[in-house]
């Protein structure tokens, strides 16, 4: 796709006969929506071919400002309950569905297009036609994937019970670390990533004393890096793809430790090595912010706070992957020593107790007194006061 010389008005806006909003902007496509979110810009329609869209996508989708999603394929696919395509539409987001993979090929790379009821348009043309999402649609069809949850659980445990036979020695062994510099024993580790409701989470842990009390080790993951940069605290290390961190974040003094797998396949390397940056690799099978826990663990931290990470079964439904098994295991591993963040503010907040503010009164008045008794200044003062009474 090539950068079209079209500069429409951004997110025009008008109603179709039936009442439905139709909107008009430049398009934007792309297989990965990952990729394509980088590149998105207030008032843009956002081309995607994304089944199953999780909430992480679709908050990140809203992040951007688009006007529309146009999806090639189901946004709720009926595998289980996604609540993810309910978060465009909460923030008045236009949603068509199931309208084909053949539309990302004839999309060109910042052309005008509208989103009319179903259809998608170019002009007059009509280029294809889909499934316009509503909130009842939505919940129709989560409500119906409840009852079809059991097939996907069962793949769910069957690829656990897989990823268990081949890594089994990351969960019952002590693991090989990259020879880091980085010192966690009887420190904290803050794990961040740049999920669902971090933004909330990091200023929980900072309204609350957390970080500037307890000083914990900062670990972003990927874009968790630029996470913790954006509250104004600077990571101490970087676990990853190197995908969706900025090159500021990776530049900003923190050890770089890339994502490998099995057979030496390190993604991330080659844009560290053309930034001239030095890295250790990880492998391992699973996701980024697995190792991210598994490093933390096995250095000696005391407790892993996590921020925006995966915690609950439709987190791992919503991956839509093999590697969410890893996740349910190595929180297995580490979970004696592992805290969502957003029962910190529960578990740790920042008191004056009683006892202590009462001793305080009492050392400040034991001090007084001993200035009074040696300042004889003041003691001639005292006994004016009470030779007058």
């Known amino acids: 796709m090539t950068d079209g010389a ?157 990823y268990l036979r081949r890594e089994r020695h990351l969960l019952l062994d002590d693991i090989e670390v990259p020879p880091l510099r980085l010192v966690l024993t009887g420190r904290q580790a803050l794990v961040v990533v740049r999920g669902v409701g971090y933004r909330e989470d990091l200023d929980v842990l900072r309204r609350s004393g957390y970080l500037g009390e307890m000083r914990p080790v900062l670990i972003g993951v990927d874009g968790g890096a630029d996470a913790l940069l954006e509250a104004g605290q600077r990571p101490d290390l970087i676990v990853g793809d190197f995908d969706s961190v900025s090159e500021t974040a990776l530049r900003c003094g923190a050890e770089l430790v890339v994502h490998g797998y099995r057979g030496g396949a390190a993604p991330g390397a080659a844009r560290l090595d053309a930034l001239g940056l030095a890295y250790h690799v990880f492998e391992a099978e699973g996701t980024s912010e697995d190792i991210a826990m598994l490093i933390a663990y096995q250095l000696g931290a005391e407790l892993i706070v996590a921020v925006g990470t995966h915690s609950s079964m439709a987190d791992f439904l919503d991956k839509g992957r093999a590697g969410m098994a890893s996740t349910f295991l190595v929180r297995l591993k580490v979970g004696p020593i592992l805290v969502d963040a957003k029962g910190v503010s529960r578990l740790y907040r920042h008191r ?37 009474f």
């Open 352 to 388: 004056v107790h009683k006892r202590d503010l009462a001793m305080l009164v009492l050392a400040a008045a034991f001090t007084i007194g001993i200035i009074f008794w040696v300042s004889e200044p003041i003691r001639l003062i005292l006994r004016g006061y009470l030779l007058t």
């Open 6 to 162: 079209v500069t429409p008005r951004r997110g025009r806006a008008r109603r179709t006969r039936s009442g439905e909003a139709a909107v008009t902007g430049p398009a934007r496509a792309d297989r990965r929506t990952k990729e394509l979110i980088a590149r998105l810009r207030p008032g843009d329609i956002a081309v995607i071919d994304h089944e199953d869209l999780d909430p992480v996508a679709a908050s990140s989708l809203v992040g951007t400002g688009v006007v529309a999603v146009v999806n090639a394929a189901a946004s709720v696919s009926g595998r289980y309950p996604n609540r993810g395509p309910l978060v465009l539409l909460q923030a008045g987001i236009v949603l068509v569905d199931g309208v084909g993979s053949e539309l990302l090929d004839a999309v060109v790379e910042g052309e005008a297009l509208t989103v009319a009821g179903t259809h998608v348009l170019r002009g007059d043309e009509r280029l294809t036609t889909g499934t316009r999402q509503t909130t009842e649609s939505l919940t129709a069809a989560i409500d119906q994937a409840r009852g079809s949850m059991g097939d996907a659980l069962e793949e769910f445990a069957a690829n656990t019970l897989g």
